[in-house]
């Protein structure tokens, strides 16, 4: 008997911690942590001071914002291959990028792009620092739209 007698606060711990975790869990059951943000595919991530979307929410921002600028900053190069219809060109490897977005209208919606959607998105970093609010930048760049349509 005195052998067994040392075992039993062993036991009886373990059993309080497993009795501990099942009753936590049955709390988790019952509050449900909040689901996770939408991942649709239409939705704009805001990302420091500009919208990420994807090629089918550009299109949609294209067509419902017939005043939005859409801005191209590849280089003439790039753009000679093919562009979205009625974008502007503002190659962002050009020294005066900075002098040319400080002509552009603040109070405007701006959809940029580019090859791949890094010169875009530091397009819209650079626009944002400037004063610019309605910034969409399209992730995956033209390779995304060429590939969505």
């Known amino acids: ?10 036991l009886a711990l373990v059993l309080f911690l497993s009795l501990l975790s099942s009753c936590s869990g049955a709390a988790q059951q019952g509050n449900p942590a909040p689901a996770p ?6 939705s704009p991530t805001l990302v420091q001071g500009y919208h990420d979307v994807d090629a089918a929410a550009f299109k949609n921002l ?6 939005a600028v ?3 900053v590849r280089t003439p190069a790039e753009v000679a291959q093919g562009a979205i219809e009625g974008a502007i060109n503002m190659d962002m490897k050009n ?4 002098d040319q977005v400080k002509t552009l209208d603040k109070g405007k919606t701006y959809l940029v792009y580019c090859r791949s959607g890094a010169r875009s998105s530091a397009a819209c970093q650079q626009m944002q620092r400037a004063g610019f609010e309605n910034l969409y930048n399209l992730k995956g760049g033209i390779l995304a739209w060429q590939a969505a349509q």
């Open 1 to 10: 008997m005195k052998k067994i007698i040392p075992f039993f606060p062993v």
């Open 37 to 42: 943000a939408s991942t649709e595919k239409t």
């Open 62 to 67: 294209i067509q419902s914002n017939p005043d």
């Open 70 to 72: 859409v801005l191209d």
């Open 95 to 98: 020294p005066n990028f900075q």
